[in-house]
Nanobody
């Protein structure tokens, strides 16, 4: 597996939008985004099956969209209406399968075997 590489992070004003990219995602695997804010545990943001069904964290589902382009081996996370609570390092991860048997598995870190180095998102108020 080629290392996952996130990009697209940066500094954005509150209320703004960003699109994160994750390169080298395997087309036949679940891909997910997690984030970790300073002093907090890493938390699930969104996941997408190999064939495209998305899963979202309830706290963010109205403001984010996960997608993938398997022809480009790239996954995306679009985030809107950003606020200071969204400041975090965002990580891309890939799992060992194209889908999981139970929905809760998509939100667990232990469901993923490949991780990127993360991209920093900072939202200024």
């Amino acid at each position: 597996q080629v290392p996952l590489v996130e990009s697209g992070g940066g500094l954005v004003q509150a209320g703004g939008s960003l699109r994160l990219s994750c390169a080298s995602t395997p087309g036949d695997r679940v891909v997910a985004w997690f984030r970790q804010a300073p002093g907090k545990e890493r938390q699930f943001v969104a996941a997408i099956r190999g064939r495209g069904r998305p899963y979202y964290a309830d706290s963010m589902k109205d403001r984010i969209t996960i997608s993938r382009d398997n022809a480009k081996n790239t996954a995306y996370l679009e985030m809107r209406s950003l606020n200071s609570d969204d400041t975090a390092v965002y990580y891309c991860a890939a799992g060992p399968a194209a889908s999981y048997g139970e929905d809760y598995l998509y939100g667990l870190e232990s469901s993923y075997v490949y991780w990127g180095q993360g991209t920093q998102v900072t939202v200024s108020s």
